[in-house]
């Protein structure tokens, strides 16, 4: 009994290009992060999904539609995918936004890392009620995949935080995860 999932993160925002951390603001793609979807949906098309669960910002509905033919696949949209909620510092100066000081300590009027650490063990126990042995595309954000590496890979935050590969650089298309019920 095991599940597949394979983890694509949303294309650039505008907030990207001007240094924001968007946080749980929708946030919209930008000119460059529309042509980074196109250019990779063929590849994507040509892989079969059981089903694909997106989180509910803009960011990540308007890549999930760039990615997905909504008429052959199953499509939910799930808050638990959602990107940390930076609390007073959504829409702010990307470099007050510190992971590793939020492990544990929500962002002020927001969350912490363990609380999406929640949401996704939470949204993993409901795969495995309902989606055995199914192979899923999960479209998100930083820290849900984050926190895929430390319930799926088991490891610590800090070690998900400083082999994130947004911080060294090792862009991929789509980071697969598998676990057993």
Request: glycine share 8%; charged share 25%; with cysteine.
């Amino acid at each position: 009994m095991s599940i597949r999932i394979k983890y694509f993160t949303h294309g650039t925002t505008t907030d990207n290009i001007c240094g924001l951390a968007t946080g749980w603001n929708e946030g919209e793609l930008s000119p460059l992060g529309i042509q980074q979807i196109q250019g990779i949906n063929k590849q994507v098309q040509d892989e079969h999904f059981d089903v694909v669960i997106s989180s509910d910002l803009q960011r990540a509905v308007q890549t999930t539609k760039l990615l997905f033919n909504e008429e052959n696949t199953t499509i939910i949209y799930d808050q638990r995918l959602r990107e940390c909620n930076y609390g007073v510092l959504n829409g702010k100066d990307k470099e007050l936004v510190d992971y590793l000081e939020h492990i544990d300590e929500p962002f002020i009027n927001g969350e912490s890392m363990r609380h999406v650490e929640q949401r996704i063990r939470e949204l993993l126990h409901f795969l495995q009620e309902n989606y055995d042995h199914a192979y899923i595309a999960f479209v998100g954000h930083r820290a849900p995949q984050l926190a895929l590496e430390v319930c799926v890979h088991g490891k610590s935050w800090e070690e998900a935080i400083h082999n994130d590969w947004r911080t060294i650089g090792k862009w991929q298309l789509g980071w697969l995860y598998e676990f057993e019920k």
